[in-house]
Every structure is written in C-alpha cells, then in structure tokens.
C-alpha cells in the first residue's frame, strides 16, 4: 500500500485546490494507493461537501496551524509544531507515508527537508530539479533550479550523478546523456565553477558525459536528456520559460509544444538528494496542478529513487 502526504493548508487557494485535486488524482492513482490530508478537518470536509464526496474520501489527518506563504521557514517550522508541513513531515520521518508533497511554503519544506529527514549520506547538497518538455516530444531534466545559487565544480558533478539516476529510474532512459550548462561547447569555455566541472565529469564512468550545452540547445532535446547548472542560473531559465508560456497564452498563441511548457502539466519538483520523498509546487497551483503534483510523487516514490541514490553515494 502506497500511502503519499499531502498539505492541505498550503499553497494561495487552499484548501479548495488541494482538495480538488486530490479528488481528480484518486481517480487516476492505482488501486492501493492512500492519499494523507493534513489540515483542519473541518475545513477540509467542507470541501469534501461541495464536491458532493464522503467524509472519508480521504484519511485526514487533524492539524490547528498553517504556515504562511510569506512567513519565516526556519522560525515557522519551529514554532508552528502542530502546522499542516511540521506534521507531514513528522509523518514521514517516521514511516507513516511514502511521500509528502505540498504547494505551501517552499521555504519551510526545504527546512522541513533538511530538519527531519535529512540528506542522504554523501551528498553535499540536495537539488530540486523541473522536468520540461522538449521540442522532440520527449523531456529533459534541468538541475539545480534554485536550491543552491552558488554551486562548487564537486557539487554540479554530484548534481549530474544524481540527474542520471532520476532520468534513469523515473524517466525510464536507459543511458541518459547528461550536459554541462555552459556559454559555449568547448571545454575552455565558463568560469572557473564550469571548467573545473567539465574536468571531473569528463573523466566519469558513472553516466553519459556529452560535454558543454548552449541554452539554446537545450529545449530542443536533441543534445541532452539532464542538464547541470547552479541554481541560479536554473533558476532564471525555468523562470523563463515558464513567464514565455503565460506571455504566449495572454497573446491567444495555439501551439502544441508551448501549451506543453505549462508547469501545472508536471506540477511538483522534486527535492532529490533527502532521505524522503518530498515534491514542492507552485503556491497559485491549480487543482489540476495539484492533481499532476500527486502523481509525480507517487511516480518518484515507485521509481525507489532515494534507495537507488543511497546506493549510489554510500
């Protein structure tokens, strides 16, 4: 039996969205699968209501606090203990779900990340990555996206190994090419974080090394299956893309491959490199995003990703 956590407090519409798109997630999980509510049970049985669902459509699991979208992550996790995300985590701290996702606080699931389950092992830094459609009707996995701003060559090696296994184990590619994100495909090319990457992974038998990828390249799928960058700079292009999308959607532009850069297609990132399974969304996350939220971790949890990387770095 599957069991996956779910904030119902978090994110700019709960519990409406939550609830909305637990509803529509249950109609596509399999069978055996369990979805955790954690929030104020009243309220969440109000929405149960308007959707003419049972009370015990969901287990729901009592909490008497929320942590705000704009409040402190350290100094909320700490003070807000019987908060819908300090519960959820205490939850899967200890083996009572599978996997724990939210469209809350990003900050606090970081800290909560970091606090109860903690990185495995190994791993200098964790990494939240975005999968995103490529123009060739497959996808690419870009990490960091905004974790770690600042990255050493050893922690963008890492974060390659750790791509490689995801790609892997939840993208089902048998040998994934992993790039470089760098501001041109020489090896000379790149400050000095990028070049002293290349060095390493150049000289790796743990994945596919293709060499240096040009941004421009990198949607098109044609080049790289996981691209590594620091978060900053992932950061920015996921940005991007995703502010690209809403301008072509304000602007009334059909297109196939676009409409596919919507982030509510996926609707959860994953933080990869903890000793859990914990995906963060969007705090204006529709109910068809939470929905799409659910089951990547549901898919992540399956693909026994955290076991593979424990393997992998121990």
Do not use: W
């Not at 974790?147 to 791509?163: F, S, W």
């Not at 072509?248 to 532009?253: R, T």
């Not at 059909?254 to 996926?266: A, P």
């Amino acid at each position: 039996m599957l069991r996956i956590g779910i904030d119902a407090m978090g994110g700019d519409f709960a519990p409406e969205a939550v609830v909305k798109g637990a509803l529509d997630a249950s109609g596509e999980l399999p069978d055996g699968s369990v979805l955790v509510l954690f929030g104020d049970r009243e309220q969440i049985i109000r929405e149960l209501r308007k959707e003419g669902c049972p009370e015990d459509a969901f287990e729901i699991v009592h909490t008497t606090e929320v942590i705000g979208m704009n409040e402190h992550p350290a100094q909320s996790f700490v003070k807000k203990s019987d908060s819908s995300v300090v519960v959820g985590f205490r939850h899967l701290q200890e083996g009572k779900i599978d996997g724990f996702a939210s469209v809350g606080n990003t900050g606090a699931m970081l800290v909560g990340s970091m606090q109860t389950v903690g990185q495995i092992e190994g791993i200098i830094r964790p990494a939240i990555s975005a999968q995103i459609e490529a123009s060739n009707g497959k996808s690419f996995l870009l990490l960091d996206v905004g974790l770690n701003v600042d990255c050493k060559p050893e922690v963008l090696y890492q974060y390659a190994v750790i791509g490689n296994a995801y790609a892997q184990n939840i993208m089902n590619l048998d040998k994934p090419r992993v790039a470089l994100l760098n501001i041109g495909e020489e090896k000379e090319k790149g400050n000095i974080a990028t070049k002293a990457a290349y060095e390493l992974m150049e000289q790796t038998e743990q994945f596919d090394f293709v060499g240096n990828v040009e941004s421009k390249y990198i949607f098109t799928g044609e080049f790289a299956d996981v691209v590594v960058c620091d978060g900053f700079v992932g950061n920015v292009i996921l940005k991007q893309a995703e502010g690209f999308y809403e301008i072509a959607k304000a602007n009334g532009v059909k297109d196939e491959y676009i409409d596919k850069l919507n982030y509510e297609i996926v609707g959860g990132t994953p933080v990869l490199g903890i000793n859990g399974n914990v995906m963060v969304g969007h705090g204006c996350s529709s109910p068809f995003a939470v929905k799409n939220m659910i089951l990547q971790t549901e898919k992540t949890i399956k693909g026994r990703l955290v076991k593979k990387l424990c393997e992998i770095f121990n």
